[in-house]
């Protein structure tokens, strides 16, 4: 279980982070709860969550990326937007699989120096950003995703009710077809998936959709004020003020009315694509000179 760091968001809210590569959050009520995605498939998943609530789990995926749904074969109701419930159960394209992988062992070679500056200078590393070494017998070299379709599949305005809160499942493609957001309406916590994240927001591989997705995002930053908390999937920031939709909002806008300054980036596999550069997040776009992105399913 070391390799997930659990944290206590508020009351009936934990994160479950991979570190530096994924953040799941567990909510419950007083009925049944919902794991927001089950990560990379990495270490087993579910006894962590067994240990944070006994009640019903429910896994709701924000959306079918492997990163995202590397645990689904360890829970028994599934349930994903209803694009992609085909998506979902398509087998892991072998060049996403090892790009990944590359991915992994980068940031474990980074992580000891990266801690050292840390240490010395900023002070923000915490156990639950802090990626630690792989679990023992753990073979990157043979890591895949084993699932299969949903049990179950929501569209825009479902509410998942958990007994004393309801999620209300938001449709907000752009960086995949199928990604969702999910609102606590008692809290009123948004749960963005990767549809907004606080550092590079990712619509440069081939599927992501950037009028799509600026509308998507200008849907989020509407409600801003309705929202007391944004809790993004990925990246050491867990969470940030409503005020940063509408800044990604503003970004996404830019880009694709092809306003933005771009300047040349590489990205989490190595591949050259372009980048608007903001003051709390950056959005990655493919460079139109070059061969399109990698595919994610075969």
């Known amino acids: 279980m070391d390799w997930f760091r659990t944290r206590k968001l508020s009351d009936g809210v934990w ?19 919902v794991l927001l995605d089950t990560g990379c498939g990495i270490s087993p998943l579910r006894p962590v969550i067994s240990a944070l609530t006994d009640l019903p789990v429910t896994v709701v995926n924000t959306h079918y990326h492997s990163d995202h749904i590397g645990g689904n074969c360890e829970f028994d109701e599934i349930v994903t ?16 699989r090892t790009g990944f992988a590359s991915y992994v062992r980068d940031l474990l070679a980074c992580a000891e120096a990266y801690r050292a500056i840390d240490r010395k200078h900023f002070h923000l590393l915490e156990s ?23 049990t179950s599949t929501v569209v825009d305005g479902d509410r998942i009710d958990l007994g004393d809160r309801s999620l209300i499942v938001m449709h907000t493609p752009g960086h995949t077809p199928d990604s969702i957001c999910l609102f606590d309406e008692r809290d009123s916590l948004l749960f963005t998936g990767d549809t907004v994240l606080t550092g590079a927001n ?9 009028d799509t ?10 409600m801003a004020g309705d929202v ?15 005020g940063f939709l509408v800044e990604v909002a503003n970004g996404m806008e830019e880009v694709a009315a092809g306003e933005a300054t771009l300047v040349p980036a590489i990205d989490l596999f190595d591949n050259q694509v372009l980048a608007a550069m903001y003051d709390r997040f950056s959005i990655l776009v493919a460079d139109p000179d070059l061969a399109p992105l990698l595919e994610f399913t075969e």
């Open 15 to 33: 994160l479950v982070a991979e570190p530096a590569l994924v953040n799941l959050w567990l909510i419950t009520g007083t009925e049944r709860a």
């Open 128 to 150: 639950f950003n802090d990626i630690g070494p792989l679990p023992a017998g753990f073979d990157l070299d043979s890591w895949d995703i084993v699932t299969g379709p949903p």
């Open 81 to 96: 937007h209803e694009v992609g419930a085909e998506l979902i159960s398509k087998p892991l394209a072998e060049e996403w």
């Open 202 to 210: 990712l619509a440069q591989f081939n599927e992501a959709h950037i």
């Open 213 to 222: 997705y600026a509308a998507s995002t200008r849907r989020l930053a509407d």
């Open 228 to 242: 007391s908390l944004v809790v993004p999937h990925h990246y050491g920031r867990t969470t940030i003020d409503p």
